[in-house]
C-alpha cells in the first residue's frame, strides 16, 4: 500500500467530495451515478428496434441479480443472473438466453448484437453461449436503464452503475448517454432525446479520476480540514474540538473520548481508509476505527481496528511516520474486512488516546478511498 501511488499526505485538491473543494479540471475526470436499486431508475423516450442493432453500455453490477434495461410495462428486458452466469433477453415476454461469465464488482462492457435478425451478447468482448433463440426475430423496445419491468419478478432494479450507453439501429447510432451528467437530466449526445432520474438524490454522483490500469479512483470521504465548516456533521463525545492551522484538535475531557459521523459508503467499492493524525500530549497512544452498518447498526468490536503510535503495521493496518511534524499516517485496507466488505457502511467512529483526561491529539486527514475497478 497504497495501491494506486496515492500521496502520503493531503493532496488536497485531488476527488473531494461534492460538498468540498473545488475540482480541477483533467482528462481523465468524469461523474459517476450510483443506482441505489430499490427505487431508483433512470426513465429515457421509448427506443423502438425493429431491424439489426446494436446496444453497448458499461455496468457496475454489486448484485447477484438486476435488470440492465427494460420496458417498464413488462414485456421487454434485458437482466443478468451472475450465480447461474445466464444473461437473458426479452422481446415481448420471448426469451433469448445466453450463458457465461458476468463479474460483480467490476465494470464490464457489455454488446447486444443483433445481425440478419441473429441476437448475439459479448461480455468484454468475450462471446457468450447461445441457448434459447425465442426473442431474435422480434422488435425491441426499452424506455428506461436500471429499471424492473411491470411489477417485482424476483429481480431488482440494478444495484450500480450504467454508463456510456449507445444505441445503433440499421448502422445508424440513434441514441448515446454517457451518464455523467451529475445531474437529473440525463443527455443524449445524438438525438437530444434526453431522459431524466427518477428518485435520486445528489449523492447519488460522484466524480472519478482513471487511474493508469483503467480503474476510476476517487475520495468518498475527505476531511483535510482546510475549512472549519468541515466539522459540521461530526459528532463530538467526550471531546472539545476545533479547526486551526488545517488540522482538527480535539481535547479529550472524559477518558473515553470519540469523534463519530454518518455515511453512506458501499464496503466492496470502498476500499481503503487513510488517517493522518499525531499525539500532542498524552501518553495513550493506542486507538481505534469503528463503523457501523445497515446490517449491524451499532459500534462493536468486531467492526473496529486497531492503530496508533505505539502500534505496528501488520497486513491490515500500514503506519508510516513520523513525518518531520510528528504526523503518522496509517493506512487500512478494508478489502478483505468481513464486516465491512458487501455491506453498507452507516458510520464511522474513531476513539483517539483512550483513558487520558486533557490528552490533545492532531488529526490532519481523514479520508475514505473508492475504487470502480475495469474488468
Same mark, same amino acid.
Given at each position: 500500500?497504497?495501491?494506486?501511488?496515492?500521496?502520503?499526505?493531503?493532496?488536497?485538491?485531488?476527488?473531494?467530495?461534492?460538498?468540498?473543494?473545488?475540482?480541477?479540471?483533467?482528462?481523465?475526470?468524469?461523474?459517476?451515478?450510483?443506482?441505489?436499486?430499490?427505487?431508483?431508475?433512470?426513465?429515457?423516450?421509448?427506443?423502438?428496434?425493429?431491424?439489426?442493432?446494436?446496444?453497448?453500455?458499461?455496468?457496475?453490477?454489486?448484485?447477484?441479480?438486476?435488470?440492465?434495461?427494460?420496458?417498464?410495462?413488462?414485456?421487454?428486458?434485458?437482466?443478468?443472473?451472475?450465480?447461474?452466469?445466464?444473461?437473458?433477453?426479452?422481446?415481448?415476454?420471448?426469451?433469448?438466453?445466453?450463458?457465461?461469465? /458476468? *463479474?460483480?464488482?467490476?465494470?464490464? =462492457?457489455?454488446?447486444?448484437?443483433?445481425? @440478419? !435478425?441473429?441476437?448475439?451478447?459479448? &461480455? #468484454? %468482448?468475450?462471446?457468450?453461449?447461445?441457448?434459447?433463440?425465442?426473442?431474435?426475430?422480434?422488435?425491441?423496445?426499452?424506455?428506461?436503464?436500471?429499471?424492473?419491468?411491470?411489477?417485482?419478478?424476483?429481480?431488482?432494479?440494478?444495484?450500480?452503475?450504467?454508463?456510456?450507453?449507445?444505441?445503433?439501429?440499421?448502422?445508424?447510432?440513434?441514441?448515446? /448517454? *454517457?451518464?455523467?451528467?451529475?445531474? =437529473?437530466?440525463?443527455?443524449?449526445?445524438? @438525438? !437530444?432525446?434526453?431522459?431524466?432520474? &427518477? #428518485? %435520486?438524490?445528489?449523492?447519488?454522483?460522484?466524480?472519478?479520476?482513471?487511474?493508469?490500469?483503467?480503474?476510476?479512483?476517487?475520495?468518498?470521504?475527505?476531511?483535510?480540514?482546510?475549512?472549519?465548516?468541515?466539522?459540521?456533521?461530526?459528532?463530538?463525545?467526550?471531546?472539545?474540538?476545533?479547526?486551526?492551522?488545517?488540522?482538527?484538535?480535539?481535547?479529550?475531557?472524559?477518558?473515553?473520548?470519540?469523534?463519530?459521523?454518518?455515511?453512506?459508503?458501499? !464496503?466492496?467499492?470502498?476500499?481503503? &481508509?487513510?488517517?493522518?493524525?499525531?499525539?500532542?500530549?498524552?501518553?495513550?497512544?493506542?486507538?481505534?476505527?469503528?463503523?457501523?452498518?445497515?446490517?449491524?447498526?451499532?459500534?462493536?468490536?468486531?467492526?473496529?481496528?486497531?492503530?496508533?503510535?505505539?502500534?505496528?503495521?501488520?497486513?491490515?493496518?500500514?503506519?508510516?511516520?513520523?513525518?518531520?511534524?510528528?504526523?503518522?499516517?496509517?493506512?487500512?485496507?478494508?478489502?478483505?474486512?468481513?464486516?465491512?466488505? !458487501?455491506?453498507?457502511?452507516?458510520?464511522?467512529?474513531?476513539?483517539?488516546?483512550?483513558?487520558?483526561?486533557?490528552?490533545?491529539?492532531?488529526?490532519?486527514?481523514?479520508?475514505?478511498?473508492?475504487?470502480?475497478?475495469?474488468?
Amino acid at each position: 500500500m497504497p495501491k494506486y501511488g496515492l500521496p502520503t499526505r493531503k493532496n488536497r485538491p485531488l476527488y473531494p467530495l461534492k460538498s468540498g473543494p473545488s475540482i480541477p479540471s483533467g482528462a481523465g475526470l468524469r461523474y459517476f451515478r450510483r443506482n441505489e436499486g430499490s427505487t431508483d431508475y433512470i426513465s429515457i423516450p421509448e427506443v423502438v428496434l425493429n431491424s439489426d442493432f446494436v446496444i453497448e453500455f458499461n455496468a457496475f453490477s454489486l448484485l447477484t441479480t438486476g435488470y440492465l434495461l427494460a420496458k417498464n410495462d413488462g414485456t421487454y428486458r434485458v437482466y443478468y443472473n451472475s450465480t447461474n452466469s445466464t444473461f437473458t433477453i426479452t422481446s415481448d415476454n420471448a426469451n433469448s438466453e445466453f450463458s457465461g461469465a /458476468y *463479474p460483480l464488482n467490476v465494470i464490464n =462492457n457489455i454488446k447486444i448484437v443483433r445481425t @440478419s !435478425g441473429v441476437l448475439n451478447v459479448l &461480455v #468484454n %468482448g468475450v462471446s457468450m453461449t447461445k441457448g434459447l433463440s425465442n426473442a431474435d426475430g422480434r422488435p425491441f423496445i426499452f424506455n428506461s436503464i436500471g429499471d424492473q419491468w411491470g411489477s417485482p419478478t424476483g429481480i431488482s432494479r440494478h444495484k450500480g452503475v450504467i454508463l456510456d450507453l449507445d444505441v445503433t439501429d440499421d448502422s445508424t447510432v440513434i441514441r448515446s /448517454y *454517457p451518464a455523467s451528467d451529475n445531474g =437529473n437530466t440525463i443527455h443524449d449526445k445524438v @438525438s !437530444g432525446q434526453n431522459g431524466a432520474v &427518477v #428518485n %435520486g438524490n445528489a449523492n447519488d454522483w460522484g466524480l472519478f479520476d482513471k487511474q493508469t490500469n483503467g480503474d476510476w479512483l476517487r475520495y468518498s470521504v475527505n476531511y483535510d480540514w482546510t475549512d472549519p465548516s468541515q466539522l459540521a456533521g461530526w459528532n463530538l463525545i467526550g471531546n472539545t474540538a476545533e479547526v486551526v492551522g488545517e488540522k482538527l484538535r480535539l481535547t479529550s475531557t472524559t477518558v473515553d473520548p470519540q469523534i463519530e459521523r454518518g455515511f453512506n459508503l458501499i !464496503g466492496t467499492t470502498n476500499t481503503s &481508509v487513510k488517517i493522518v493524525s499525531r499525539s500532542v500530549s498524552g501518553t495513550n497512544k493506542h486507538n481505534k476505527l469503528f463503523w457501523k452498518t445497515t446490517a449491524s447498526p451499532s459500534y462493536s468490536g468486531d467492526k473496529s481496528l486497531d492503530f496508533g503510535e505505539d502500534t505496528q503495521s501488520n497486513t491490515t493496518v500500514v503506519k508510516n511516520g513520523p513525518d518531520l511534524l510528528g504526523y503518522f499516517t496509517y493506512e487500512f485496507d478494508m478489502t478483505q474486512i468481513v464486516t465491512w466488505v !458487501g455491506e453498507v457502511v452507516t458510520g464511522i467512529r474513531l476513539d483517539f488516546t483512550n483513558t487520558e483526561v486533557g490528552a490533545v491529539t492532531d488529526i490532519d486527514l481523514i479520508r475514505v478511498v473508492e475504487v470502480l475497478k475495469n474488468a
